[in-house]
Nanobody, 115 residues
């Protein structure tokens, strides 16, 4: 099993920056890929970014968000710059293997961007 804990969320103003962290513990050697998803109020969960053999981003965050991973600390990050009110959501991290990329989920961290 792998446990994921997100942190770093908060209330910021439009244009500000935040860095989210996702700390993994347990069988971390089994993790091949990690990702960030978000769920805006009243909407379904959506993909934000993924890191594995390469990185991928949703079009809505490309150029503003950067995903990274520290394998020594077993932690993934999401640097979020130029935040917009539409970035307001609960942000979740996921981790998994090649054929089950989202096998594990964290509990989420709230990001609120005021205009």
């Amino acid at each position: 099993q792998v446990q994921l804990v997100e942190s770093g969320g908060g209330l910021v103003q439009a244009g500000d920056s935040l860095r989210l962290s996702c700390a993994a513990s347990g069988r971390t050697f089994s993790i091949f890929t990690m990702a960030w998803f978000r769920q805006p109020p009243g909407k379904e969960r959506e993909f934000v970014a993924r890191i594995g053999s390469n990185t991928m981003y949703a079009d809505s965050v490309k150029g503003r968000f950067t995903i990274s991973r520290d394998n020594v600390k077993n932690t993934m990050y999401l640097q979020m710059n130029s935040l917009k009110p539409e970035d307001t959501a609960v942000y979740y991290c996921s981790a998994g293997e090649t054929y089950r990329p989202n096998k594990y989920w964290g509990q989420g961290t709230q990001v609120t961007v005021s205009s």
